[in-house]
């Protein structure tokens, strides 16, 4: 390839600036999704934002305070103290994150036009706006630009493996900063792991193989990313110390919470029931045994255990509890009996709770399985066939780019309860039929003319990216074919793997909690898969066009 002139960069640029703004400017169409009474979410969020927005951390400890990451609620605050729409202001970074992706890549790919490709692709990704339900107060909105940071910042370094520290810094401590913030926004982060170290490790080896000095070099940069990625996980946990008296980040993670709660997953008593962990007749059995977890009898088995139960599959006076409610409705139980002033204290209940549960089962008095210390429930029988169904259902549902709606659903709640959606995001609402509706028919035609325009690029988009999913997957097998028999995997190949194993990660771990505990079939579940699958189409496409004569012909 030649290097392209100044006038085919401009054009390309302009191209590519012209094309981000007709997004942001069509996807500002698409208004908020209020759910007033969703206190374990949307409404959650922006309660933990406005208090760091008054300068008073996360607000007065309560059982939800420590309950989810706090990147997420760090982000709200931030785009309310710069004035940024919240919808805006989340199109814009995930807008930034397709740029720094793109130019990661810069070394390898000097094509001006086909860096601007890879933008493009990345940028107008149908599943950026869907709004049916990532128009919502969602984590995933900036869950899925740190992934691409992320993946951008080792991807620059393998291409930068022969500058100095100085060039490979600024991407080693993005990277970083990038893992760290992801880390804070969901709990079930850990699953990115493996891509991320597929990508060090492909860089380590690659600086490895050019010298000592270039080794070197990487490792300092490992390094700078590990630093950086503790940094903001410190903070949070620093700041969490200073205010509720525990160093962490999020309770549902500790040991405390898990050992209590893998304590309860042991004891076996009771029927088997669908997506009941533990049933009515083990809390009963548990309650005799254990003066700590007594103290939750008037809670789990009174109003709280009833508003938790489930009365669709069993009769309401069995109070049985699904998998996805319990951990919450232990926490509700915990709060409700006085036993959490603070995180110190809680965590110091749990503890209690789990000795005393895991000692009746070490003895006898309670039937058990082995001692566990997890929020996954124990493995039965049938589920191993249900879960091959379920991963092949969302498989489909993922790859064919399924559920695709740029319309926004009307908001649940009165004026009151959307009050604060309105103040914290600074951004239109979609209206509710709880709340007085003010017509702006002019701007109700042009959103409509945009939504328009939006669901054909994007409906489009889907038929074209299903289609081109398969060719890559194809193409994918007969490289992997050549390069097992010369024994050599080039970069685009690895960065392949990477992608399409944290995607396949990332299908697995929601495919475990809709069989084991919810239904989780929803675009924004899957969110950070589909950037991940366009890495892949691309990063197959690159390796292709590097090994084949064919397409060598064609640049």
């Known amino acids: 390839m030649t290097k392209p002139g100044p006038t085919q960069f401009r054009g390309w640029f302009w191209l590519c600036a012209a094309l981000t703004v007709f997004k942001l400017w069509l996807t500002r169409a698409q208004p908020v999704y209020a759910i007033g009474n969703a206190a374990l979410d949307d409404r959650l969020f922006l309660e933990l934002a406005q208090s760091i927005v008054r300068g008073d951390w996360l607000g007065a400890y309560n059982q939800n305070t420590l309950a989810k990451g706090a990147a997420f609620p760090l982000w709200i605050a931030a785009t309310f103290w710069l004035g940024l729409p919240l919808g805006l202001a989340q199109q814009g970074l995930y807008a930034a994150a397709c740029a720094l992706f793109t130019k990661a890549c810069r070394p390898a790919l000097p094509s001006t036009g086909v860096r601007a490709c890879l933008y493009l692709l990345l940028l107008w ?37 022969e500058q100095d520290f100085r060039r490979q810094l600024p991407w080693a401590a993005l990277a970083g900063f990038a893992t760290g913030l992801f880390w804070l926004t969901r709990e079930e982060s850990v699953w990115i792991l493996p891509s991320l170290f597929l990508l060090g490790g492909a860089a380590l080896l690659g600086a490895r193989k050019i010298g000592t000095s270039s080794l070197k070099t ?173 991963f092949l259902f969302f498989t489909d549902f993922v790859g064919g780019f399924r559920s695709f709606d740029v319309r926004t659903p009307l908001s649940i709640g009165d004026h009151d309860e959307l009050l604060l959606f309105y103040d914290l995001t600074r951004d239109r609402i979609t209206s509710s039929l709880q709340s007085a509706v003010m017509p702006l028919a002019n701007q109700e035609a042009l959103n409509e003319r945009k939504f328009v325009l939006l669901h054909r690029i994007g409906y489009a988009l889907c038929q074209l990216l299903t289609s081109v999913l398969v060719v890559a997957h194809v193409m994918l097998a007969i490289r992997l074919f050549q390069t097992i028999r010369v024994r050599r995997f080039p970069y685009p190949l690895i960065l392949a793997a990477a992608s399409w194993g944290g995607a396949v990660g990332y299908l697995l771990l929601n495919t475990l909690v809709h069989v084991t505990s919810f239904p989780v079939t929803a675009v924004s579940t899957f969110s950070p898969i589909y950037p991940l699958l366009l890495i892949f189409i691309a990063a197959v496409i690159w390796d292709a066009t590097t090994a084949w004569s064919f397409f060598k012909r064609l640049e």
């Open 218 to 390: 990487m490792v300092y940069s490992t390094i700078v990313f590990s630093l950086c990625w503790a940094i903001p996980i410190g903070l949070v946990s620093w700041e969490n110390q200073r205010h509720y008296g525990w160093f962490g980040t999020v309770e549902l993670k500790s040991r405390e919470f898990q050992d209590a709660y893998g304590a309860m997953l042991r004891v076996k008593i009771g029927p088997e029931l669908h997506q009941i962990p533990v049933t009515r007749q083990a809390r009963e059995a548990m309650y005799k045994v254990s003066p700590t977890f007594a103290k939750l009898r008037p809670q789990l088995e009174g109003p709280i255990g009833d508003g938790w139960s489930e009365k669709v599959w069993f009769p309401a006076a069995e109070r049985q509890i699904r998998g996805g409610w319990l951990m919450w409705a232990l926490r509700d139980a915990v709060a409700a009996s006085g036993n959490a002033p603070n995180a110190k204290t809680a965590l110091r209940f749990y503890a209690s709770m789990a000795k005393e549960i895991n000692a009746a089962c070490d003895d006898g008095r309670l039937p058990a399985l082995s001692p566990r210390s997890t929020l996954f429930p124990p493995w039965r029988k049938g589920q191993t066939a249900e879960t091959v169904r379920v």
């Open 125 to 161: 990704n149908p599943m950026s706006y869907e709004a049916h339900t990532l128009a919502r107060i969602m984590r995933q909105n900036i869950y899925t630009p740190l992934e691409i940071i992320a993946f951008a910042g080792w991807v620059a370094l393998y291409w930068r493996k």
